[in-house]
C-alpha cells in the first residue's frame, strides 16, 4: 500500500478538524469513544475523496452528525440482562416454530424423509453462520446453500433490522438501538436459532438451561467484565410491554404497518388502499379506536358497502364526503350503479382483518370477537372471467393501428400518416405483447434495466427510482423476444444509453407527479378505443399481460413454474416459495419464445 503524509499547509488544516485523516491518497472520517464496558469503539468511514477542501467539509458535517450517535452509544447501550432476555426470547420463538414444524410433518407429510432433509439444511445453515458469520463460505451442499443465501439476505435487509427494532423494544422497553446494539442482538440471534435447531432432535424442556449453555459462546458481543444475571425464562407468548403507549387509532395502527411493508418493497399503491380503506370505515361507522371495534361494526360496515355507489373513490371529493352525503348521492342512482362488488367488499374485509391483527400483534387489546373474514361473501365470477384478454387476432389488429405503421405527428401519434414514432408509446405495449410485465413496470423502465444474462438480453425487473414492484415475487429477469430485437429496441435502447437519459420513456413521464403508468394507460385506452370502438371496452394495457399468461400456460413445454417466473407470481406453495430458485435465463427464453409474432 502506498502511504503519502500531508503537506504543511495540508496539516495545518487537518488539525483544525480533528476526525480528519489520510489514508494513502484519500481521506477518511474515524472516531474513537470510550466505553466503560467495552473499551474503545473505532469508527471509520473513507469519505471516497483526495481534494482537502472536499474532505474538510464532508468530515465537518459527519461530525456534527455523529454526536447522535456518539450519545447514543455512551447512554443507551444495552445490558446484559436485556440481552439474556433477548437470547432466551429467540430461542423460545424458535423451538416453538419447530415444534409446530413437527406436528406439520407428522399429520400432513407426503414424504417425510423429504422433510427430514430440509429441517437437516435449516439446522446445518444456522450452524454454519453461527459459526462464520454472515459474510461467511458458502457451502457445497445445494440445500444448505440456498438456505444460507435465505438466511443472510434476511439478517441484512431493512426489514429485518427493523422487526429486531420492534421486538426489542416490546421485550424490553429499550428506546432505541443503535447499530452497535443491532449487531449485539443479530449476533445473540443466529447463536439461539442456531442452538434451537442443534436441539430439533431432542425434547428440549427448560428453556432456561438451554439458554446457559449457550450463555458462555455468545456472551463475547456483550460486555466481558460484566457478569450476566441470573436468567429468568422467558414464557412463548409473553405479554408484550409498552403497548399501552401505541396510538389505537386506526389511522395511527395503518400508519405503523405500512411502515413496516414500505420498508419490505410493497408498492405504495397497496399502502394507499390501506390508507383509504380506513377513511371508508370511520366515515361510515363513525369508529376510529380499533379497541372499539365489534363484529356487528363489521357487519353494519359490509351492509353500507352494498349501497355505496359504485363510481366510489374515483373522485377526489368522496375522500371528504359524510356518510348521509354518499348515501345521498347513492339514492339518486339507478339499481345498477349502486353497491360495490363482491370482490370489493372481500378486499375491503380482508383490509379490516389484516389491521386488527397488526394492532394485536403490536399488544393493542382487540375485541377476541372480532372475525372480519368470516363476512366475506363467494365471488359468483372467477378470477380469470373478471378480466379481458387480448386474443392473438386481436394483437394482430391492434398492432396495425396508425402508432406502429404510420402517424400524422408524435403529438397525433393515434392518426394516420407516414411516420413511424418508436417512443415510449410504441415500445411499452410491444413489450407488454412479448413479456406480460406490468404496466409500471414496463413505462418506469431505465436504459440500465435492460441488461445481459448468461448471453441473452433481459429486462430487469426491480425497485427504482422511477418505480416500485408490486411485491418480492416480481423482482425477475424477463427475456426480450426476438422479434423485439428484430424490430431495433435493443438499437433504441443503446440511443438512449448515449444520451444519458436516466429513463427509457421520457414521454411517458407525468411532468407533475414523474409517474410514467398512468400516461401510458391513457395513450392505451385512446388506441384501443380508436382501433376496436364500443367493443374494445373491456381491453386495456392489462389486457396483454393476460394474453400472454394465456397464451403460455397452454404451451406444453412451458410449466406452471416457469410461466410463474416470467410474470412474477408468488410459489404455488411454501415449499416453492422458500427453495425454489428461479428458472435459468435459457429455460425462460426458450417460453418467451412461444408466443406469437404479433406484428
Known sequence: ?????????????????????????????????????????????????????????????????????????????????????????????ERAKIEKLKLLHRFDSRDPADDNRHDQATANAWAQVNADGLHGATSDHPLVSLNLDIIRDDLTSEARQNIIQRDFK???????????????????????KAAAWKRHEDALADIDAAADELWDSASHVLSPETEPPALSPQPAHAPEEGADNL????????????????????????????????????????????????????????AALYKLPKSWGKSPADRNASRDEIMARAAKLPPEKVGLSIGTINRHLEHLGQIVEWASDEGITVNPKLKPGKLRRKDTVR????????????????????????????????????DIYRNGTYWTPLLGAFTGARREEIAGLAPADIVEVDGIACLNIED???????????????????????????????TARAKGQPELFPDLREPATGKHGRKLGRRMRQIVDKTFGAEGAGLSFHSLRHYVQGTLEHVPEVT?????????????????????????AAVLQAAIEKLPAVI
Open 1 to 93: 500500500m502506498t502511504v503519502s503524509y500531508p503537506s504543511k499547509p495540508d496539516l495545518k488544516r487537518m488539525l483544525n478538524q480533528p476526525h480528519l485523516s489520510k489514508r494513502g491518497n484519500v481521506y477518511q472520517w474515524r472516531r474513537r469513544l470510550r466505553r466503560q464496558s467495552t473499551g474503545i469503539v473505532d469508527i471509520k468511514l473513507s469519505l471516497g475523496t483526495t481534494d482537502l477542501r472536499c474532505a474538510h467539509i464532508l468530515s465537518r458535517r459527519i461530525s456534527a452528525e455523529s454526536d447522535v450517535v456518539m450519545e447514543q452509544l455512551t447512554h443507551q447501550q444495552i445490558t446484559p440482562d436485556m440481552a439474556r432476555r433477548w437470547l432466551a426470547s429467540v430461542i423460545t420463538k
Open 170 to 192: 416490546v421485550l424490553t422497553g429499550h428506546p432505541q438501538l443503535s447499530a452497535f446494539d443491532r449487531s449485539k442482538l443479530i449476533s445473540l440471534l443466529i447463536a439461539g
Open 247 to 302: 396510538d389505537p387509532d386506526m389511522h395511527a395502527v395503518v400508519s405503523r404497518m405500512n411502515d413496516m411493508k414500505r420498508s419490505e418493497g410493497i408498492e405504495e399503491k397497496t399502502l394507499r388502499q390501506y390508507e383509504s380503506f380506513v377513511g371508508l370505515f370511520t366515515t361510515l361507522t363513525g369508529i376510529s379506536d380499533v379497541r372499539l371495534i365489534r363484529q356487528t361494526d363489521a357487519t353494519g360496515f359490509r
Open 383 to 418: 378470477d380469470c372471467d373478471k378480466k379481458q384478454a387480448f386474443t392473438e387476432t386481436e394483437l394482430n389488429r391492434l398492432f396495425k393501428a396508425p402508432v406502429w405503421t404510420g402517424s400524422k405527428s408524435e403529438y397525433h401519434q393515434t392518426d394516420p400518416g407516414h
Open 464 to 494: 427504482s427510482e422511477l418505480r416500485r414492484i408490486k411485491n418480492i415475487s416480481s423482482k425477475r429477469v424477463v427475456p426480450i423476444h426476438s422479434r423485439l430485437i428484430e424490430l431495433g429496441f435493443l438499437d433504441f435502447v443503446e
Open 560 to 584: 406452471d413454474k416457469v410461466l410463474r417466473d416470467i410474470v412474477g407470481h408468488e410459489g404455488k406453495d411454501t415449499h416453492e416459495r422458500t427453495y425454489s430458485k428461479r428458472a435459468p
